[in-house]
Structures are given as C-alpha cells and as structure tokens.
C-alpha cells in the first residue's frame, strides 16, 4: 500500500499554505496524518501536492479569549487533552478527546484535522456542534468563520470553501455550575463509535437546569443536536424520567445509519441511552460544584 | 528529494520521494528493520518508533515530515552489541512474546511509558499498549514484562540533587 | 529437579529465540534484500465472479521500472494447478486467475517493477475487460446449486460424505429425549501481523530456486517443484526466516509458484509482500465459515447417547487443504464426552468468496462450540446445572486409553480432577453469587463452561478418510545432531517456526537427555536441501515430533557415548554409566572417560573406538507419528492424534442490558497438556489462544455486501483483540502425561483458541436466557445482541 506520487510543499505561514492550496485543486492540506495518510496509501486519496501545515508554529495554541476558549488547527490531540485552560474552561473537551483513537494517534492527530476531516464518529466534530463552537479559516489572505452547526454538511463533507485552510476552532465558555457528560459505546475500547452522546450542563441557583445543550455522534451523517429535547428540559431538574422521554422524542424521527458495525435501530435506541447517561453525568458533576 | 533525519542520535541523509513513509525509509534506506510494517493504515502499531520520544506510527507519517525531529528506533533503545536494555530483558524475562514481529514496537512504547511513569499500574500499561496489536501472546506476559521492567528500574540507583 | 525428576524440562527457562526479536533483529522475509531483487504488485478483480474478455497491459509496461506483466493465461500454460486435497481435478487453483475470476479480490495479474510503489502504480494502468457473472455467496445456496462457481465441477459439492460410526439410529429410537440445535461459525481467520511475502531466486546455473517466505507449510518445497515443473531437488527453502505468526494460516503456495515462475522467467530474484489489502482479500487466508446442524439423543439425566452433526463448510473459491478441516475434528468428534454412537455428515462447498486455509485447530474450535452450546441447551431443557450435565457425560479418568466411536484411542486425561481444580480455585458458588449480583443490579451477567480437547500430534489421517485415493500413513518429523571436533553440540530442525520457541524446546529436550545446559546446544535450521523430512509445525504437533525426534537423536549419542566409554574403559557396556557428558565404571565411578576424551577418540583415536563403528559423533532421527499408521477401515474408523489435551473454561461475563457488550469478569481456565517443556512458552501459547478465541467469538468477521465484496478489508473492520478486549486469565495446571510420548508431553500450540470461543458464547447464553433469548452464531456482534434484548424486553 503505497500513496500515489505526490509533490510536497512546506510553507512557512498559514496565507503560503492558501495559496499553494488555491493554485492546485488536486492539493490537499496535510496536518497529523492519521486520516489522510491511510486513505493516501490505499490510493482513496491521491492529491497532486501535499501541504504540509504540522510547523507552522502560529497555528498550534490554545488560547482563553472572552468567554471562550480558542484552539488553533494544528493543536495536537495530546496537547489539548492534557490542557490546564481546556480542562478549566472546555472540560467537555478534556473528557472527550481521550476517546479519540490511540494515545499514539493522538500524539501525531489534530484538532482542526479531526474537524476538517468530518467523520461522523468523530469526537471532536461532535464537541463542536454541542458547544456551538465556531470554526475559523483562511482563505485567499482573509479570515471567516462558521458556526459548527452550519460548517457540517455531509458524511465528510464540510462548508470549508476550495482553496481554505481551517485555522481554528473557537469554544465558548459556560461559567456557573456546569458539569459535562461523554458517552460512546464500540466494538473495543478507541474504535470508531458506533454512537456517541455528548451533554453540558448549566444549573441555575435552583438546582434546574438553566442551559442543557446535547449532541449526539455517530449515528448520522454528522452530529446533531437534540434540541426538542434541549428545549423541553431547560428548566427542569432533569429527573431521569423526563430526560430519557425528551431524548427519545427528540431522537424519534432520525434517520440512523446502518452499517456492518451497527443496525439503524441499534443506534438509534442507543444513542437515546448514551445521551441519558451524558446528562446524568453532566448533572451530577453540576451539583458538585 | 534530498532529506536529513535524526535517527537514534546520528544524522543521516537519504534520497526520498515525498511519497515514502518514515516507516519504509526507515526499512529499505536506513536498512533500520526492527520496525515492522504490519497494516501500513496505522491500526495494528508494529510501526511504532519514537518521535521526539513519544509514540507515534511510522506508517503514518511520510518521511519529508519527519525532518527536525528525534527519532529512536528499537536499534536506538538496544545497549550495545549483545546487550539488552532493562526493558528488553525484562521482555525476556516474561517471555513476553512469541514470533516477535509486534516487539519492537511494544519495548518502544514501553520505553516511552516508562520514561513518563515509573510506577505504572496494571490499567496503565494496558492503555499504553493498546495501541499496539500482539496476534501471539494475548498480551499477558507482555504486561508483566513492562511491569517487571519499571520495578527494576525503579530500584536502579538514580542520581539525587546536589547539595549547594 | 521437577516432581518428575527433569532438570531441564518444565522449568522456567527463558526462550532463547527472545533475545533476537527484543532488539529487532529477527530475520523476517520483507528483511531480506537480495541484490536486484524485483517487487510484484498484484492488479485483483472487483467483481465476485466474471469473465476475463481481455488485458490491456500497454499502459502498465510503458511505465517507469515497469519489466513484466504477467496474466493468468501464461501462468496456466506454464505451471501445474496447485495441490489440493481432494479429488476435484474440475475445481484448478492457480495464483492468478484463468479466464474466469471467482471472487471479489482474486489475483488475475501480476506486476513486476522495480520498486513496490512504482508496481502498483503500474498496476492501476493494467486495463482490465470483465464480464460480470452470477455469483453465489451463501453456503446453503450454494448447496442447492442455481449458480455454479466452476462450471466444468458440475455442482458446487467438494466433498459430502457421510459417516456413521455405532448404533445411531438404534440409540436416537430408544432415547426418551431428542435435541436440535443450529450453531454457525462466522468467517474469522488467525490474522497474523505479519502478512505472507516470499522472494524466489532462480539460479539458472545451479539450477536452484532459492525460496525465503514466511512459511507454515507441510510439502511446502514438494509443492513447489510439481507446479513448476522442475525437480523438487532443485526447490531450496530456506528455513531460517523467522516467521512473524502464522496460526496455520501461511501457506502460501500461490505467491511462491507465482514469484517462482517469474524469476525463472525474468532471471532476478522476485519478491511479494502482501500489503494488508491483498492479503485480506486474496492472500487466501480466511478461516473456516461453518454452520452445524446437530441432534443428540439422550435421557432425562442428561446423559447423551448418540449425535448426528452435519457440518456444512463455506470454503470459498477454490479447493486447498481447507476442506480437510471438516476431518480432523473426526479424531474428537465427541469432544470429551462419553458419546456413544455418532453420525456425522461432512459437507464442503465452494462460493464465490475468499479462498478458506488451514487455521489454528483446523476445525476444531468451531466444532466445539457445536458440541458446548448443545451440552448448555441439555443442561437448559432438563433444569440442570451445565456443570452436572457435563460431569455426567465425561470420560473418566478410569477409561483411559478410551477409544472414541470414530476411531480415535484419547491417551490419557483426568478431566473431572482438572475441574475440580478449577472450582478449587475458584469455587463455582462463590461465582454464581458474583453473577447474581450483578444480575441484582440490573445487568445481564452469566457464567460460561466449555470443556474442549485439543488433539496434538498430527497424524492427519483426516487425509485418508476424506480422500481414499490418498495412502498417507506416515507423518514425520526429525532432528540431527553432531558434536564437532572440540566439542560442542549443535541440532538441527528442519521447518520454519512462527514464535513457537522450537529452538527452545530442541535445546531443551537434547540438554535434558544429556544431562547438559541446554544453552550449551546450538540449534540451527538448515534449508529444505540440507534437512531431513519435517511435517512442519501443523496439529500441534512439535513438542511431540520435533521433541521426540530430537530425544531419540540425543539418546542415540548418549549410546554411541556410552559404547566408546565402555569400550576405553574396558568394561561391559552395561557397567558403563552415563552422567552428565562422562561415562564411568558403575563399579567404580573414579575410573571414567569426561566428555573430551570421548570427544578426542571418536574425532582423533579411531584405534580407541568400537570395532566398526563410525567415526565422528553424528546422530540423526528421523520419527513416525506415535500411533495409528493404518488407513481408515471400511466404516471411515481410524486413529488419528495421538495426544489429547484438556482444558476447561470457566467465564463469568456480564452485559448492560441497554448497550448489548459483552464484557469479561473473571476468566480461569483448566489446562492438562500433559508436560510441559517450557512452561513460558505454553502459557503463552494458551494466552494467546484464548485472545484469537475472543476475536472469533465477539469481534472478527470476514463480512461480505450483499454484491459479494468483502466489507472487513483492513484492520479498520476486521477487529482485533488488544489489550483491553483480553481480560486476565489465571490457569490452572494439571499434567496427565502422555504414554505416548518420550516424555509425557502433549501438544498445547492450539490451546485456548479451542475452548475459549465455546466458553464465551455459553456465557452470554446464560445471561440472556432469563429473557427467553439464545444465540448461536459466532461472532456475537454488539448491535446484534443489543437489538435481541431490546426486542425480548419490550416483549416482556
């Protein structure tokens, strides 16, 4: 299993890696590898130019803005994951990436890479569409943004226009009683999930739920929201009961996929269970607080 | 193209299409062999060589990338000639494998936890070596050679701050 | 000293061969780089079966590095189809396919270029006409014959033969109860890390193909030769490759032929390493794909009398050895039980999958689970414990040798004491309670029994019984040794190992029968030229074989030892006492010869020696099989392994009821291989196997679409064990020695694998029975068992 030739470019600057990108359409953006180098060697992938964007040390931080946490494209899983502000301010994130892979892909895979890729298993992407994280890119010498929610379009395919590099990804911050919940369920321990749950927890003063936001991965093109189910149990002290019927009724008319790891049906009546579980969790580590 | 790598400390330089991963190059123009390729997708780990003293796949990096970074290959980790590092022999010790192919990578990512942890847990060891697929041994004696290895090392002597 | 009085044997010694691998200098084939070595890339049909209409191969030649483009149309003209066991001449097995490709990743041509990338870069141009044809995926369809994977056959039956050994249909009459069940085996294979590659070097003035592969094959250089036309004396395969697992799987013989001719062919020397995706679709190294139709008779005791099992084997493609598989599990038919009567129905046939090889057991895992889950749904029927069935129904350790009803003698065992020992250990109501308290907290938690045999010593008499045109009664191993000049030992073996630690097992046997260190003997393996004949490590078969062979060899020294000694010293041959390298006056021990000496005169003194004896201290052996060495008689009853070993499983798992995973909790198993030489290396050997067996029963699966592709192609979907899925296992020890062996041993290289499977799937078996749910088909997938429980909940 040997890549297709390719030419290998490592710019200097993230507006040098935009413009080899615009100049190629067969060019692809090359960051840990994990996941391109494996559809390159099997020949899925066969790019004219690889640019190469793991040096670029500008694009590799992790930075608190107001109200939020910024992570730059080429942060390496393991960086984030043992991360003092993530864990801090992001700690949905801190529970999550642990799930990503092996600790030797984490140490070589990257945050915007995990985005950009769009695989619907992918634990980052479904962080993102929880959090409303807001993903950057550069295209053409200026900088736009999208919200998550709109940036996944497909299986694999995001809104990231031709010729534009992800340079990264914005997390807002819940401050107050918050607590996270993180829930996946596989064949063994590191693969792909066959459905995934994410949850965030707000308690107001009165121990409800002040802000609830659910994700669910895995079980779909890219991660959703279950936002019935975030609307009917804001404001509530989300006794197990309501949330296991709102999650249910929220999760009753998806589409799951099916696929020789998992049935539709699997996924869909797990994944109701998975998000049950998130919200536990996220409740329980609310009160603690 | 023309690349310099830093391979277990020396500097070496080798003619490369960017196409040709760390792994292959490591094997056919380093004549480095230990490293093993077994699935070349990066699943199965018996790729596994240092990078910058952490784990990685060698498989799933080309070698181009690799320029600027320290790389240990189990060539690296061995003594000298006939000898064994503590790792090593501890994996003898156990018996801690049997066709041998998936070794290096395991004594590699051991070193690596190792360095890291030297009091590792059972469940530490499991995790860090997760990542690496062992078809022979069902990985018991190999858990107890990284234990056995990190209790030896512990009671080697370690040098203690000087008094000033 | 053991308890046995060995100094060598049974002790911890390490494995000599670990200090190789530890620093990576194994000497594995994709190691070897021959000078001018040329790489193969294969081009594979993506169609599950079609008609070859044309090749385009100009584009390919035109590319750099490019020097030949071999199709199926050549090769045929120029080899012989490779071997298979049956008699099926319509059904041709060729490397490359011949005008008719039969399944989705069959190899049809083949790319010689400079490097491996530049080949397959070729291979992408190679322009391929192909007729879609009909295709049939599923045994039971292919049973009934609508679509046929080789016309010229006639249908697509290799073998359906029928057996029935006793009373079966007097004792199924006179039973009060009678029991189905259908248990299918899924599609697994033993995976190694290492994928097959071989390098072939025709020299055409020595008229030598030299062979390095990662080979497990019996008749590997036989094979070879036949279906390249040249003398098998001109085939030299170098047995000093370190194979990188193998678990049957690495045969091979494909590759070889194909690499073989295009050396001789091309003159350089031609190398293929499979990269995964060749490998797992058309390395031809799939496993067994087998469903099973039994029926027992039996009485309100639960005491079986009679079964009938129909064992129906989805072979894929093409006929290698892979439908023997369907015999050896004929020498433990009745697994450990006291079964009296059994019919039992072979069915093998092709489809339009992956071509099925030799894999750890070769069939006998999966009949275990057969013949464990019916012990568990008797147990269930009648209201009785699993274990009480069991016990019940097992062999006693009275009625050794205890000869089965298709013909097997078992040796030796203590089936019921090695149980014992395992509850001893870990008292059985101490586990139920433990699984009652989960069950109390609302999981599902069952406890899995599964007492399995594993038949060693490979007198694969399954040959003739599916075959009667094959005679083969001898199956062979051997051992040299010489001492040199100053006195050092060195032994020959003469097969590849895949990790076994058969260096270590040499060593040990020679320096326990010479009362020396065994680090002290060298052992070394010298090609297929220089050996003497070695059926390969098949059948668990080599501590038996190889150990024997090299204790008759070391013992043959020891007498040509003790001939010199006594004839120096002057007395009787049998005053002469042997001890540790000297010989001495039983008499008087003071007057003795030391190993030097002896040394010195069978090397230097020829007047010192024995009348007529050869100079020198070289002594070979070269071993049959012990037992058996008569064909099958008239009912299809014959001998076949020699040893029987023992091992009972003892799981206790748990599942959440919402996800459906299986999760182990305790896992103890009961293992009697007699005795152990290296008591590392089976250990090892069983952990091992205990790992395989949890990937073939709840993670491995070699899934094919309903348009006949193979949908687990990479280690992306074909799933592993790490080291989270292989739980701790504590063994529990037992040694009945063999009577049949120098020295009480028995095989263990399939333990585990054997049982585990079974043991695993009786395990949730008992946790989901309280919801009126069973499953009998392997693997036992997560959704699959996750969507069972929903649906049996929401009917409650």
């Not at chain 1, 807002?172 to 792909?192: C, L, M, Q, Y």
């Not at chain 2, 997760?130 to 990284?146: D, H, L």
């Not at chain 3, 041509?109 to 080949?119: E, I, K, N, S, Y």
């Not at chain 3, 070879?224 to 047995?239: D, F, Q, T, Y």
Request: hydrophobic share 40%; glycine share 8%; proline share 5%.
């Amino acid at each position: 299993m040997k890549a297709a030739p390719f030419e290998y470019s490592r710019p200097a600057d993230l507006d040098e890696a935009c413009a080899l990108l615009a100049q190629d359409d067969s060019a692809r953006v090359i960051a840990g590898g994990q996941t391109l180098v494996p559809m390159m060697v099997m020949r899925l992938a066969r790019p004219t130019r690889l640019i190469d964007i793991n040096r670029i040390a500008a694009l590799s931080y992790i930075r608190a803005e107001d109200d939020a946490v910024r992570v730059g494209a080429t942060t390496r899983q393991c960086v984030a994951e043992k991360d003092a502000t993530v864990a801090k301010s992001i700690p949905l994130l801190a529970k999550a990436i642990p799930n990503i892979g092996h600790a030797a892909t984490r140490a070589r895979g990257t945050v915007g890479g995990s985005l950009a890729n769009a695989d619907p298993a992918s634990e980052l992407t479904l962080c993102a569409i929880t959090l409303d994280a807001v993903i950057e890119y550069r295209a053409d010498g200026a900088t736009d943004e999208v919200p998550a929610r709109d940036f996944y379009i497909g299986p694999m395919i995001t809104a990231l226009p031709a010729g534009a590099i992800l340079s990264s990804v914005r997390f807002p911050v819940w401050r107050g009683k918050v607590g996270v919940g993180f829930h996946e369920i596989n064949a063994r321990t590191s693969d792909f999930a066959f459905v995934s749950a994410a949850a965030q927890v707000e308690l107001g003063d009165d121990g409800k739920a002040k802000r609830i936001a659910i994700g669910v991965g895995a079980a779909t093109d890219f991660p959703i929201r279950l936002d019935s189910a975030e609307e009917q149990l804001t404001g509530s002290t989300l006794d197990e009961n309501s949330v296991r019927e709102a999650v249910r009724g929220a999760l009753a008319d998806v589409e799951t996929l099916s696929d020789l790891h998992a049935s539709a049906e699997y996924r869909r009546r797990v994944a109701a269970d998975l998000a049950v579980r998130a919200v536990r969790d996220a409740l329980a580590m609310a009160q603690g607080h | 193209m023309r690349i310099e790598l830093d391979i277990n400390g020396s500097k070496r330089e080798v003619e490369v299409e960017p196409r040709t991963t760390l792994l292959d190059c490591l094997r056919d123009n380093l004549a480095l062999t230990g490293a093993h390729a077994g699935c070349e997708h990066g699943v199965c780990g018996a790729c596994t060589v240092l990078f910058d003293g952490i784990a990685v796949r060698a498989c799933l990096m080309f070698a181009v990338q690799a320029q600027g970074s320290k790389i240990t290959t189990i060539e690296g980790v061995t003594p000298g000639p006939g000898e064994l590092s503590p790792v090593q022999d501890a994996f003898c010790e156990t018996h801690g494998m049997q066709c041998g192919y998936c070794t290096p990578a395991m004594i590699l990512t051991a070193h690596a936890l190792l360095a890291n942890n030297p009091e590792p847990t059972r469940e530490d060891i499991v995790e860090a070596i997760s990542g690496n697929i062992c078809r022979c041994t069902g990985y018991a004696q190999i858990v107890e050679a990284i234990a056995l290895a990190a209790e030896r090392m512990r009671g080697t002597n370690r040098p203690t701050e000087l008094q000033t | 000293m053991t308890e046995a009085g060995h100094r060598f044997v049974s002790t911890d010694r390490r494995v000599r061969e670990d200090r190789r691998f530890v620093v990576g200098k194994g000497r594995y084939v994709a190691d070897i780089a021959l000078p001018n070595a040329k790489h193969v890339a294969l081009v594979t049909c993506p169609y599950p079966a079609a008609r070859i209409v044309s090749i385009d191969k100009s584009a390919a030649l035109a590319m750099p590095g490019v020097h030949y483009v071999l199709d199926g149309d050549e090769l045929a003209g120029a080899t012989l189809p490779l071997m298979t066991g049956l008699e099926t001449p319509n059904v041709p097995r060729r490397p490359l396919a011949h005008e008719v490709a039969r399944y989705s990743g069959e190899w049809v041509v083949a790319v010689v270029a400079d490097t491996r990338a530049l080949a397959e870069d070729a291979a992408e141009a190679v322009e391929i006409d192909y007729e879609p044809l009909p295709f049939v995926l599923d045994a039971e369809e292919a049973l009934e014959g609508k679509v046929l994977v080789h016309e010229a056959h006639g249908s697509n039956v290799l073998l359906d033969k029928t057996f029935t050994w006793g009373e079966v249909d007097k004792d199924f009459a006179a039973a009060p109860r009678k029991l189905k069940l259908r248990v299918k085996w899924g599609r697994s294979s033993t995976v190694p890390i290492e994928t097959f590659g071989v390098v072939s070097s025709w020299d055409p003035w020595r008229e030598i193909l030299d062979v390095y592969a990662s080979i497990q094959m019996p008749r590997y250089a036989d094979q070879i030769g036949i279906a390249l036309k040249i003398p098998v004396s001109s085939v030299r395969v170098h047995h000093d490759v370190d194979v990188g697992g193998s678990y049957g799987v690495k045969r091979g013989i494909k590759h070889t032929v194909l690499t073989g001719y295009l050396s001789r062919r091309l003159g350089f020397p031609v190398r293929l390493i499979e990269d995964r995706l060749e490998n797992m679709r058309g390395g031809d190294a799939h496993g067994p794909e087998r469903l099973f139709d039994v029926e027992v008779a039996y009485d309100d005791e639960g005491i079986v009398s009679s079964m009938k099992m129909r064992a129906l084997e989805n072979v894929g493609a093409y006929a290698g050895r892979s439908p023997f598989q369907l015999g050896k599990p004929v020498g433990a038919i009745v697994g450990p039980y006291r079964i009296k009567s059994v019919q039992y129905r072979a069915v093998a046939v092709v489809t339009n999958k992956t071509t099925q090889e030799a894999v750890r057991g070769f069939g006998q895992a999966p009949t275990n689970v057969a013949l464990e889950r019916t012990m568990d749904e008797i147990a269930s029927v009648l209201g009785l414990d699993p274990l009480e069935v069991r016990r019940r129904n097992l062999i006693r350790a009275g009625d050794f040798p205890y000869t089965i009803p298709s013909g097997t003698t078992y040796d030796s065992g203590d089936y019921q004491l090695v149980i014992d020992k395992v509850f001893k250990h870990t008292p059985y109501e101490e586990l139920k309670k433990e699984r009652d308290a989960l069950r109390a907290k609302g999981l599902l938690a069952g406890i899995g029994l599964a007492a399995a045999l594993e038949p060693s010593g490979g007198n694969a008499m399954f040959e003739a019984l599916l075959n009667p045109k094959i005679t083969t009664t001898t199956f062979m191993d051997s051992c040299r040794i010489n001492v040199d000049g100053v006195g050092c030992i060195t032994a020959t073996m003469h097969t590849t190992s895949s990790g076994q630690g058969h260096e270590t097992l040499v060593g040990t046997v020679i320096g326990e029968v010479l009362g020396l260190d065994p680090d002290l003997v060298r052992v070394t393996r010298p090609d297929s030229l220089n050996s003497l004949p070695s059926g390969t490590p098949v059948g668990s078969r080599m501590a038996i074989m190889l150990g024997g062979a090299a204790f008759h060899a070391a013992n043959k020294l020891k007498d040509k030892l003790l001939a010199i000694g006594a004839h120096d010293l002057g007395i009787p041959r049998e005053r002469a006492v042997y001890e540790r390298g000297d010989v001495y006056d039983r008499g008087n021990p003071e007057h003795r010869r030391a190993w030097a000496d002896l040394v010195q005169i069978a090397y230097r003194n020829y007047h010192r020696m024995p009348a007529d004896m050869e100079p020198g201290l070289a002594t070979s052996h070269v071993m049959q099989v012990p037992t058996g060495g008569k064909l099958p008689d008239a009912d299809g009853r014959v001998q076949m392994y020699p040893c029987t070993s023992f091992e009972f499983h003892l799981i206790l798992v748990k599942i959440d009821p919402a996800l459906g995973r299986p999760e182990i909790v305790k896992y103890r198993v009961g293992h009697d291989c007699g005795v152990m030489i290296n008591p590392k290396i089976v250990r090892g050997m069983t952990m091992g196997g205990i790992a395989h067996g949890i990937g073939a029963a709840l993670l491995e699966e070699f899934a094919y679409d309903g348009e006949g592709q193979l949908m687990a192609q990479s280690f992306m979907d074909y799933l592993l064990p790490s080291s989270h899925e292989v739980p701790a296992v504590e063994i529990i020890h037992h040694c009945t020695p063999s009577p049949n062996t120098v020295l009480g041993q028995k095989g263990s290289g399939e333990s585990g694998y054997l049982g585990a499977p079974a043991g695993i799937a009786n395990a949730i078996n008992d946790a989901i029975r309280p919801l009126g749910i069973s499953v009998n088909t392997l693997p036992i997938r997560i959704s699959t068992l996750g969507d069972m429980i929903a649906a049996a909940q929401e009917k409650k």
